[in-house]
């Protein structure tokens, strides 16, 4: 019902930046909670970071707080994930995600009902 698909990622020297993409299709986004996860080899898959249906509210993991920023552009059925000051304990696959619900507080992989093919992002020190 609802496509996703994440660009940008790629490699980036630690305190570098990097813009992830997600595009959407087959319906609006507008009524969904998106959010951004990442997962490693070995490791469950984390939240990372979540945005409202207008956009007004986000949420964000501690581990990205103040160095990540989600938005979204309902009009172009996109979200984005603004990383900046990246770390290398930040390379991990990026997934884009959407949930049909209305609390933005979301972190749980399980409350996300389409899920993109992920972008490697990889941060060197």
């Known amino acids: 019902q609802v496509q996703l698909a994440e660009f940008g990622g790629g490699l980036v020297q630690a305190g570098g930046s990097l813009r992830l993409s997600c595009a959407a299709s087959g319906r609006t986004i507008s009524r969904y909670v998106m959010g951004w996860f990442r997962q490693t080899p070995g490791k469950e898959r984390e939240f990372a970071a979540s945005?409202?249906?207008?956009?007004?509210?986000?949420y964000y993991a501690d581990s990205v707080k103040g160095r990540f920023t989600i938005s979204r552009d309902n009009a172009k059925n996109t979200v984005y994930l603004q990383m900046n000051s990246l770390k290398p304990e930040d390379t991990a696959v990026y997934y884009c995600?959407?949930?049909?619900?209305?609390?933005?507080?979301?972190?749980?992989?399980?409350?996300?009902?389409?899920w993109g093919q992920g972008t490697q992002v990889t941060v060197s020190s």
């Open positions: 945005v409202s249906w207008s956009g007004s509210h986000t």
């Open positions: 995600a959407a949930a049909g619900l209305d609390n933005y507080f979301s972190v749980r992989p399980a409350d996300y009902d389409y």
